[in-house]
């Protein structure tokens, strides 16, 4: 994903974030889901017939807010002579400010993806499934890790591993009990070898054949040599599996810590995926962090400065970031005093000022709010800088996010800021 593509996301997420946070008093709260190829008249006429059943709703209150709700939306619809290339989503409603305060609201969102299909719904909340899903990654590994006492098998789902089944085998050891034979220890031992190979091999085709053929991209295999190879030769994997197999890697371990282990040796082969470039991007974070005069900076202002200057070659913005950069003003007409201060802030949330004016003891009261992400990506920009949004799905991206307060850089020379 490209800089831009990445801010974009961001962007959307935050904005679901907010539709999210958006509750009305009663089943009033109106998506409406328009594809590219549905007719901006037919959505008109079926609101017209909504606005006519919306006359049913017993309470006063609900009924006359659905019903504003309804013409606020086909009042919007006519700017529109048909809707944008990937469809549009509008909700609006009365949402609850708290108490019995309400403020009707109408937003409309155009979405990343096309939409599919036409959709009406009514509710205390938006209706958001279908536009979280499409911040998903959707391509999937299926990971197996083995050795001759057990075995691990989970998949990598954008940048999640989920174990999903542990095996345990009955593979005696190489050391025999006295008075077996050493030929007969041996072909006890082989049996027990090829049936756990065929109990891990019949549970994963059973996890991996489940997923969808066009988000299944391969299989990846961790264990120590020669058991590995052994399993991949042995072909106790489903044919289409089989020819599925992306790599054989060496990893020490084979219980749920394998299997990141195994993306982590699998790096090269998954090199494309953002999980590995993020991953690469922070442990690189670190080691300049540690260098002596090493090239990295993190915290919001120490960042800004080394970017306002193109010092930074990689901004790290932690995906779960959200602060905000307010300018608070005195509100008396007399008095000048300004103050800059970045908070972080809850999505859905309205910032407040709670002091006084320290020079006149007048209110307070902000005059901009800029998001902070938001405001460093777009200098990166213009900087050439490379910016990475690094999601907390893995333990490097967690500490940007707690120990670096969520704001890293790795720099291209040393200003001193
Ligand atoms: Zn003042």
Do not use: W
Request: with cysteine; charged share 30%.
């Amino acid at each position: 994903m490209s800089s831009e593509e990445q801010r974009h996301r961001y962007e959307f997420k935050r904005q679901l974030e907010e539709l999210r946070s958006k509750q009305g008093q009663g089943t009033e709260l109106i998506s409406l889901y328009i594809p590219h190829d549905k007719r901006i008249s037919d959505v008109v006429a079926y609101l017209r017939d909504e606005h006519g059943s919306a006359a049913n709703i017993k309470s006063k209150q609900t009924r006359s807010n659905v019903q504003s709700a309804l013409e606020s939306i086909m009042a919007r619809l006519r700017y529109y002579k048909e809707p944008p290339e990937n469809g549009m989503i509008i909700f609006c409603g009365a949402i609850s400010l708290g108490g019995d305060k309400q403020s009707m609201e109408s937003i409309v969102v155009v979405p990343p993806q096309p939409i599919t299909s036409y959709s009406y719904r009514c509710g205390s909340n938006f209706e958001l499934e279908k536009l979280e899903d499409m911040l998903v990654d959707k391509k999937t590994f299926g990971l197996i890790v083995l050795d001759r006492r057990e075995a691990t098998i989970g998949t990598l789902k954008g940048k999640h591993v989920t174990p999903l089944r542990h095996l345990t085998s009955t593979v005696p050891g190489k050391q025999r009990k006295g008075g077996q034979s050493s030929h007969r220890f041996q072909q006890l031992r082989l049996i027990a070898i090829n049936e756990f190979n065929k109990r891990i091999g019949d549970a994963a085709n059973d996890i991996f054949l489940n997923i969808d053929r066009n988000d299944f991209q391969g299989v990846l295999i961790g264990g120590p040599t020669p058991t590995k190879e052994e399993f991949e030769k042995g072909e106790y994997l489903h044919h289409e599996l089989q020819q599925k197999i992306l790599g054989l890697y060496d990893i020490a371990y084979t219980d749920e810590s394998g299997l990141n282990e195994l993306m982590d040796s699998a790096g090269d082969t998954l090199s494309g995926l953002e999980v590995i470039k993020e991953k690469k991007l922070m442990e690189r974070f670190m080691r300049e962090l540690v260098a002596e005069r090493g090239l990295a900076a993190y915290g919001e202002d120490s960042v800004r400065a080394n970017l306002q200057m193109g010092a930074v070659e990689a901004l790290l913005l932690s995906e779960d970031l959200r602060k905000s950069r307010l300018t608070i003003k005195c509100q008396s007409g007399n008095c000048d005093y300004t103050v800059v201060k970045s908070t972080k802030y809850r999505v859905g949330e309205t910032p407040t000022v709670g002091e006084r004016c320290p020079k006149c003891q007048s209110s307070l009261a902000i005059s901009e709010n800029v998001d902070v992400v938001e405001e460093l990506s777009l200098i990166a920009e213009q900087m050439n800088t490379e910016v990475e949004f690094v999601s907390t799905d893995f333990e490097e991206g967690e500490q940007l996010f707690n120990a670096f307060g969520g704001i890293a850089a790795i720099l291209r020379y040393h200003t001193g800021s």
